[in-house]
């Protein structure tokens, strides 16, 4: 099946500093969501991706969708501490409308 | 975007009971899921809720273990059945409607004793 490995595993930046995580797939994916997870909490959806190439904003966060569409990166632009959480990738392919979960990216932001 | 409450958003409960677990969207969607999520871990499916009929379950899960229930276009229960320590878990509702954007409920977590 679709599977999804999603990179790093864990961050520890300092305040201010830019962070870059991904997601790569070993099948085709039509759709890339990024979502946000703090403790607590659901997963708060961040940014939609819908085409190869695609690069998209939402305030300090920019998401884009690979060129290959196997893969998708999110960066965040100069974090503060509320950035802190889980961020996960999920991808959604031809079959059945099922999103396929990466594993997370725990940041921390230390101030 | 869909705003999506659960109900109860915690419980701990004793093996070998029950518990059901309300969702409620405040639009109609098309599809409702429902999710698994150990502690620190991803997400996993258990199952699309359908309207009108039965749930379509992930491998690995069963209808008598979480049998499902979508009366309309906004609501839906998940019942967790028989409980064991390895149940506890946070269980998420989601829903999508009509593009790709799916969204989530806050999740209950359940613990079972």
């Known amino acids: 099946g679709q599977q999804l490995n999603q990179s790093p595993q864990s961050m520890f930046i300092q305040e201010g500093e830019d962070v870059s995580m991904n997601c790569t797939s070993s099948s085709i994916f039509n759709t890339w969501l990024w979502y946000k997870q703090e403790p607590g909490e659901g997963p708060v959806l961040l940014i939609a991706l819908y085409k190869a190439g695609e690069l998209t904003s939402n305030g300090r966060l920019t998401a884009q969708f690979g060129i290959t569409r196997k893969d998708s990166f999110l960066n965040i632009s100069a974090s503060i501490p509320s950035d802190v959480g889980i961020y996960f990738c999920?991808?959604?392919?031809?079959?059945?409308?099922?999103?396929?979960f990466g594993q997370g990216t725990e940041l921390s932001v230390k101030p | 975007s869909a705003v999506i409450s659960q109900k109860p958003s915690r419980d701990i409960c004793q093996r070998g009971t029950s518990l059901t677990i309300q969702c409620q969207v405040d639009?109609?969607?098309?599809?409702m899921f429902w999710y698994r999520q150990q502690p620190g871990q991803s997400l996993t499916l258990i199952a699309t809720a359908n309207q009108g009929s039965e749930a379509t379950y992930e491998s690995g899960f069963v209808i008598d273990k979480f049998p499902i229930s979508r009366p309309n276009l906004t609501f839906s229960t998940l019942t967790v059945s028989n409980m064991s320590p390895e149940d506890s878990s946070i269980y998420l509702c989601?829903?999508?409607?009509?593009?790709?954007?799916?969204?989530f409920g806050p999740g209950t977590r359940l613990t079972v004793t």
């Open positions: 989601s829903a999508r409607s009509g593009g790709y954007e799916q969204y």
């Open positions: 639009s109609q969607v098309t599809m």
């Open positions: 999920a991808g959604q392919g031809n079959q059945g409308g099922k999103l396929i």
